[in-house]
């Protein structure tokens, strides 16, 4: 019954003293949507860095597909299908849109290349990357703007490339940070909406402070207090959990 | 004397030495962990202080050298202040890159000025007459003047860490090297505060300067051999550490003193050997606190760009026409007699190729190597000595040369590519000082002469041409071997840059460029950043072994100077000056450069000046190079709002309708 693509055991990384992230175990499953939240200080980013590479554990596992992945750098995970967006946007905005986002589909390329083309053919001149990117860029509503500098793009136009992107990589799971942290409730609902309709057929993490956007789109929803997992459920189990209530509403708010 | 006593007196001539460095340090390690800035000009600062007290001391007599003690320093102290608010402060906020270079440009001003005013050769600086006497302490004599500066150094060491630590000049200082915008953002006008520290470093260089003229003499090149030293030291003890550069001044004063008494062949390379195995497993120096250092700097290097000037079609005929005219000048030159011209651009060629190569890693990689020379010599000692002992024939010789070149670029980069930004830029320069250091210790490099009197031979296996016997008559003139020479050398660089633009045009470069952009990024789309920079950094070493190796094949000589770091710096002023990361930038930059230097130091002495006040300019004015000269004056705000919207509004935008009206 349970086919998890992700699945973190006793992850805990320890900063001198502090401990992040204690003794995390998750499992995400194939194709849901689950988002991790928690308040300011649960540890949300450490995990997410845990995930993605950036950081080592201090100790426990991350298993990606079936395949330990916790000593593998960032971009030996990518290479596995494990994506992941930008909370500030991160493009390469000196370059144009195609360019970035065939660079990405280059990365992805089936087979990689023998020497005599990775050093010496054009890097335009192979067809299977370039009709990847076309269906990237159609997909992602971009296809019209391929020859644009991506440092002229418009704000939204930008998150679209930021999104198209990941896409590019083709990637079995993507973990997406904060994705519409400081934009207003149009604006997020605009990111949102692109996420599911270019996103919506892979796994995707959703690392996110704001409660309400959590409760809308997810699947399940796994709560990170202090550093410990306090709660997992669908939206509504966790919503009327008692101790989550009292760790995200306690204080003024309760 | 006793052994204990021997071994006595070299501790102390290592604490002599070392208080020294402890004083320049300081000074650096204050500068660059306050603003960010690596001062090469810090060892010109120090001859500088050390003159000041010369001419203040010799007409004042026996008082003198009290009155000049206090006076150098704060005239050093002074130029130091108007320096950081004329020149550096201009450039904040820009990756530390472009303080190098225009502190390497300050280099060549403040040294010009220097043996002007006072001569190129050394002269002595009397120590004070109540000083200049032995005294016996613990059983043995010993120069008082030299207790005198280890007591005079302790105490200004001590007094610089009070500074720092328990004033609120310190206070301020400290907090704005954390944040300086937070301190900012506090009211406080750091901008006041960083030229007082630039001053504050400058004296302190001064007074290690008087310090160590009185000890030995005073010289034109007392700077430049001590700046790396103190580099070095700087790295050590860790980027921005006070500590790290006391403890680091000491350490490198005993280990040099001891070096040359007890392992005189060590001597000079010990120093590199430790900082290249203290980076190695501890890259942030002995007390350095985080790698930050290198990371965080805010400014991105600035590239140029050929686009929005020229259309892609007019530099490629450009490009045609200049290698034509390339290819007519020995004929000319041969028909109306000025055969030095073919001389001149030989030489502009092989600059052209190491400008080229060093591109590939500063202006696609974003690696600064501070050392790409350690390549250029590697490559010329190669190749001469693969003509010496190998084969004759120039092929093998420049193959041996790639390869070598190559090989090392690979140690060096595996070594150092982990480790980012200014440690990578320092772990380069210590590994070219250790060669240029090295090359004097063997007989089969020839030691300080080098290796000369070799010949080439043109062709494999007794196929081809040597240029000794070759002679084609033409009309009433005759072509010697030199044209073949010539033309080769053409070939070689003309296919180099075809080469280095294929490589870029390829999915392989096409990655260098992201990581240009944004390495983070290019990591999270799956790209092994470090992997690629290590290759980029191969490709580079072995083309500029190649240029060196060219050089030695024609000339038939190699010397130590290759290896001398002043090329490296050299290479970047061409790079940069023809506009980084365009491949043909750099070549135009080592022509202007080249050709400059020879007009203008056959027309004046102080030539060097010149080129250091128009470079100095350069840097602050034109940051994105000669092909970008028209763009960045389109750009300027006064060009802009002279010419209106038009331009103004398409600035950037590389449309070739644009580039027309432009």
Known sequence: ?254 | MSVASAVAEQVLNGLVVGMVYVLLAAGLSIIFGVMDVINFAHGELFALGAYFAFAIAGPLGGAGFWVALVVAPLLVGVVGMGIERLTVKRLYGRDPLYHILLTFGLVLIINDLITSVWGKSAQPFPVPSVLDQPVALFGFNYSLYNYGIIVFGSALALGTWLLLNRTRFGMIIRAGSEDREMVRTLGINIDRYYTLTFGFGAALAGVAGIVLGAYQNVSPTMGSSVIIPAFVIVVLGGLGSFRGAVVGGLFVGLVQTFARTYTPFLEGLIVFLLMIAVLVVKPTGLFGTSVGAGDHHDGALLHGSGGGVLSAETRAKLGYAGVGALLIVPLLAEVTGVTYSVTLLEDILIWALFALSLDLVLGYAGLVSLGHTLFYGVGAYASVLTLMHVSPSVFVALVVAVAVCAAIAWGVGYLSIRVSGVFFAMITLGFAELFYNAVFKFDFTGGSDGLFGVDAFYGLAGLGIDPGEFTVPLGPFVLDGGVVQYYFLLAVVVGSYLLARRLIRAPFGSVLQSIRESEERASFIGYDVTAYKRRAFVVSGGLAGLAGGLFAANNGYVAPSFLHWINSGEVIVMTVLGGMGTLYGPMLGAGVFVAAEDVLSSYIDQWQLVIGVLFVLFVIFVPRGLVSLPQTVADHPIFESAVGDRVGEQAGVTDPEVDRHE
């Open chain 1, 1 to 254: 019954m349970s086919d998890p693509i992700l699945r973190t055991e006793n992850l805990t990384k320890e900063f001198g003293k502090l401990v992040a992230v204690d003794d995390v175990t998750l499992d995400v499953e194939r194709g849901e949507f689950r988002s991790l939240i928690g308040p300011n200080g649960a540890g949300k980013t450490t995990t997410f860095n845990l995930l993605t590479g950036a950081l080592r554990p201090t100790r426990g596992t991350v298993t990606f597909n079936g395949e330990n992945v916790t000593a593998l750098p960032p971009h030996e995970r990518v290479r596995r299908g494990l994506g992941r967006s930008f909370q500030i946007t991160n493009v390469f905005s000196g370059l144009t849109v195609r360019e970035n986002v065939r660079l990405a589909a280059q990365a992805a390329r089936e087979g990689g290349f023998t020497p005599v083309e990775e050093y010496l053919r054009r890097s335009d001149a192979f067809n299977d990357v370039n009709e990847h990117t076309d269906r990237v860029l159609d997909r992602s509503g971009l296809l019209g703007r391929g020859d644009e500098p991506a440092d002229v793009l418009a704000y939204g136009d930008k998150r679209r490339l930021e999104i198209a992107i990941v896409l590019a990589t083709d990637p079995d799971m993507v973990l997406l940070d904060e994705p519409t942290a400081g934009m207003s409730a149009e604006e997020t609902r605009a990111t949102m909406d692109l996420i599911d309709e270019v996103l919506s057929d892979r796994t995707l993490l959703l690392i996110e402070h704001d409660i309400d956007l959590v409760m809308r789109v997810s699947d399940r929803i796994t709560v990170l207090h202090r550093g410990e997992v306090l709660a997992e459920g669908t939206p509504e189990a966790v919503s009327e959990d008692p101790e989550v209530r009292e760790a995200y509403f306690g204080g003024v708010e309760a």
